[in-house]
């Protein structure tokens, strides 16, 4: 693709995604995509309810007015633009921090809507201006009930100790050793006006059953194109899962879909990631279809080859390690449909499935995303200048992209896929700070071996990389961006929620309070905050230490650790650097939020073909009507 046609709202970009390789593939693999990417696009409508339970009004009612307004009513823009970024962030929060956006619809605007559309009107007013509406889809502050004070919607009604309590009761846990089947993972607790607590299921006939049923439909039809057996196995078991919801079933799909390793088409459906619940169990909805790219796949299955030299060089305790790390499968991929919670923002890489007894006995599948990594590289190369020190441009033009896509592969191969947990040890335990202290473990695991000369023995460095160099680059980047950089994405006078953000300024505000500060720093130069580091060596080795802290911290299920460490590093942020990186980066007129169109793929005679939709506003106006039951 020559020329990226980039759709811009404020600081949101819009890129299309390149799919090139995908028109190769056999007539079959392309229709099993179709049929896939359909079951995605039928759980849009979960995803969106579960972020919070004003999104589907508040989507409904400006839907309406702004398809019975006129293009050149002055409300119609304003209109667009709320959309827009409704569309983008998946509903009222912020997609990264979670802070609740603020649409560009005044009291005035609101006013003039209440004359016409008087229903929507108190919908839209409601959802927008009420103090009942809460702030932050998810809540994880000490001290408050993160259960009654997040906007995401797994529980109505409940605090924390009732649903922790219910959960206790409900569950028994400790039945089932160690293998426990993720309870909680597909539910919504809610209290009726009796005080009793009812408990309903995403299934077929349970919750959200109309869309479940689409999804099944779907799937359905994706059988009967699977490239092998246990490709077959693993949507099999999917639908079975979906029939009752019984997370038992879901533990069994897990295991078909990550014994499937071989396919060329890679698929996530399903309830995945548990980052927006307080408690960290109840799982928003996502999907995405991919195909496999076989060189750099080739690339990435390196650090596979040498798993065990990362598992046993580890700095961290000999009895937190792993003595065979096992069934891990890596793979580069190109994206060609996505929905859900990975729509439209995309992550780098993904490593599955999230249960730790699975991964323990069965392996994991890592994917890099190489489609998403190089479309938004290019478009957010224009931020180099500001943010790093003159005497780092070169190296970091040189293997900025290099080591985000190896950092991405270590993080998830080496790093997710590591360590152990003490026999006993359950890992929920850690509670609200469970993602925060994964996600640092990973990334520390990452950093610490991107300096290491090993990797080009390993063939995952060319024999042409200066392996000094490249981790310096990387090393720069990520404590920039740890301590710096992210928070342009954070509202003015907010701390950290989110477990990635929160990981990212652990790592590096701990670094800088523990490291050498003649061998690394933060300095203002002309009233930026830019990082300096003298000794490369010495960066490592504390990395190298925190991590064996924050494995320790995993391994033995120390809650009270993990707390102080997250709140210490990870969660305040610092007022005037702050202020400072939101003017730097405002001059930059630069997108915070980096989106991509959704491929979409249609069939044709016996054949499928991916169309770039006309744009974002029409596609997902689209998406709205025809995913919507
Ligand atoms: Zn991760």
Redesign the pocket.
């Known amino acids: 693709m020559n020329t990226i046609k980039v759709e811009r709202l404020n600081d949101i970009a819009i890129l299309p995604l390149d799919t090139n390789g995908f028109e190769k593939l056999e007539p079959s693999k392309k229709k099993l995509a179709f049929h896939l990417a359909q079951a995605g696009l039928w759980g849009k409508m979960i995803c969106l309810d579960q972020m919070s339970k004003h999104n589907i009004p508040l989507l409904d009612s400006l839907t309406d007015i702004y398809s019975k307004t006129d293009k050149e009513d002055p409300i119609h823009q304003k209109l667009y633009e709320s959309l827009f970024m409704l569309f983008t962030h998946g509903g009222i929060y912020h997609t990264m921090s979670g802070e609740k956006i603020t649409l560009p619809l005044s009291k005035e605007d609101l006013n003039l809507l209440s004359v016409s559309y008087p229903e929507q009107y108190k919908i839209i007013d409601y959802v927008l201006n009420s103090e009942d509406v809460p702030a932050f889809r998810t809540v994880q502050n000490e001290g408050v009930d993160v259960v009654k004070n997040s906007g995401v919607n797994f529980y109505e009604g409940l605090t924390t100790k009732e649903v922790e309590e219910f959960r206790k009761n409900e569950y028994k846990l400790e039945q089932y050793g160690e293998e426990i089947p993720p309870f909680g993972f597909n539910e919504k607790l809610i209290k009726n006006d009796k005080g009793e607590i009812k408990r309903e299921v995403i299934s077929l006939h349970g919750l959200y059953g109309k869309y479940v049923e689409k999804i099944i439909e779907s799937l359905n039809e994706a059988l009967k194109y699977t490239e092998n057996e246990k490709q077959h196995n693993s949507i099999a078991a999917l639908i079975e899962f979906y029939k009752t919801g019984d997370a038992k079933l879901f533990d069994k799909y897990s295991i078909a879909w990550t014994l499937d390793q071989s396919s060329e088409i890679y698929f996530i459906n399903g309830l995945i990631e548990s980052y927006d619940d307080p408690l960290g169990i109840g799982c928003t909805f996502e999907s995405l279809i991919a195909f496999k790219n076989p060189i750099q796949t080739e690339k990435v299955n390196k650090i596979i080859e040498n798993i065990q030299w990362f598992e046993d060089n580890l700095p961290i305790d000999k009895s937190f390690k792993k003595e065979k790390a096992n069934g891990l499968s890596a793979s580069s991929i190109t994206v060609v449909s996505m929905a859900g919670d990975t729509s439209p923002v995309l992550?780098l890489?993904v490593?599955l499935p999230n249960s730790d007894w699975i991964r323990k006995k069965h392996g994991s599948k890592s994917v890099s995303l190489a489609n998403v990594d190089s479309s938004r590289s290019g478009y957010e190369s224009v931020l180099r200048e500001a943010l790093y020190l003159p005497q780092y441009q070169s190296i970091i033009n040189q293997y900025g992209d290099l080591t985000s896509g190896l950092h991405t592969d270590l993080?998830?191969i080496a790093?997710?896929g590591s360590g152990k947990v003490n026999p006993g040890v359950n890992t929920d335990v850690l509670s609200t700070y469970y993602s925060t202290i994964?996600?640092c473990r990973?990334?520390l695991v990452a950093l610490y071996y991107i300096a290491d000369e090993k990797l080009k023995e390993f063939g995952v460095f060319d024999s042409s990389v200066n392996v000094k160099e490249a981790a310096l680059a990387k090393y720069i980047v990520y404590l920039t961006n740890g301590a710096v950089a992210q928070l342009r994405r954070v509202k003015e006078g907010n701390d950290l929620t989110q477990a990635?953000f929160r990981n990212r300024q652990l790592i590096s505000n701990w670094i800088f309070n523990h490291a050498n500060p003649e061998k690394v720093r933060m300095i203002k130069d002309h009233g930026r905050y830019v990082v300096e580091i003298n000794d490369l060596e010495h960066v490592k080795e504390m990395f190298g230490i925190l991590l064996a802290e924050i494995q320790r911290i995993k391994s033995e299920g120390d809650f009270e650790a993990a707390r102080d460490i997250v709140l210490k590093y990870g969660t305040k942020v610092n007022p005037i650097i702050h202020k400072e990186i939101i003017e730097r980066i405002a001059k930059l007129n630069l997108a915070t939020v980096t989106g991509f169109l959704t491929p979409e793929l249609v069939e044709v005679d016996n054949d499928v073909i991916i169309v770039q939709p006309e744009s974002f506003m029409e596609q997902q106006l689209r998406f709205y009507k025809e995913y919507k039951l």
């Open positions: 992550p890489g490593n993080h998830e790093g997710h994964e996600e990973a990334d990635h």
